[in-house]
């Protein structure tokens, strides 16, 4: 398994915890209406176009979107032409309990805009080219989404259910991504 770990970062911060719409993550089609007079995802539930953001709240506008690659094995036999990639996906990080917290969207992508610091990945909003993702299947999402209750935390990020690491040097390349969304790695 490979986790990530921040520290200094206050995820338990009442407003942060607070500002989410448990509704809209299950999939349901909320107007910027009903968002603001549930007052869930204050202050980041409506763009300034009127367009609610899908998904609205801090926890989904802070996403860690780190991208690892999975780790190489170098040298393998004393050649560097021998790398090994040690293969591993994000599938199934997330816990069980998590998954019904989250379902597909009814949301077309003319109807909301995506999260203010989410606009490296969705540069002209939701379109053909960078559809609204499927929250029901980015486990990266709902590992983020589960907030920790402490400033120092790990988050599980990539996993190998079935093959045992060898032993050895391995290298990990992390890109800065701009969201990367369902991943099966």
């Not at 338990?12 to 299950?26: A, F, I, P, T, W």
Request: with cysteine; hydrophobic share 30%; charged share 15%.
């Amino acid at each position: 398994m490979l986790y990530y770990r921040l520290t200094n970062f206050y995820q338990n911060h009442r407003r942060y915890v607070k500002s989410v719409d448990e509704g809209q993550l299950k999939g349901q089609n909320k107007t910027a209406a009903q968002l603001e007079s549930d007052g869930g995802c204050t202050p980041l539930t409506t763009a300034p176009n009127g367009k609610p953001y899908y998904p609205c709240g801090l926890i989904a506008n802070s996403l860690f979107n780190d991208t690892f690659q999975p780790p190489v094995l170098l040298n393998v036999g004393g050649s560097s032409a021998s790398n090994e990639t040690y293969n591993m996906t994000a599938q199934d990080i997330n816990w069980s309990s998590d998954a019904s917290r989250f379902g597909k969207t009814t949301y077309t992508n003319d109807q909301v805009m995506p999260p203010p610091n989410w606009m490296l990945k969705y540069p002209n909003g939701y379109d053909d080219e960078h559809p609204i993702p499927d929250l029901s299947t980015w486990y990266e999402f709902q590992v983020w989404m589960r907030t920790a209750g402490l400033p120092t935390f790990s988050k599980l990020a990539l996993r190998n259910p079935n093959d045992i690491m060898k032993a050895g040097t391995y290298q990990v390349d992390i890109d800065l991504s701009s969201l990367s969304q369902p991943n099966t790695r």
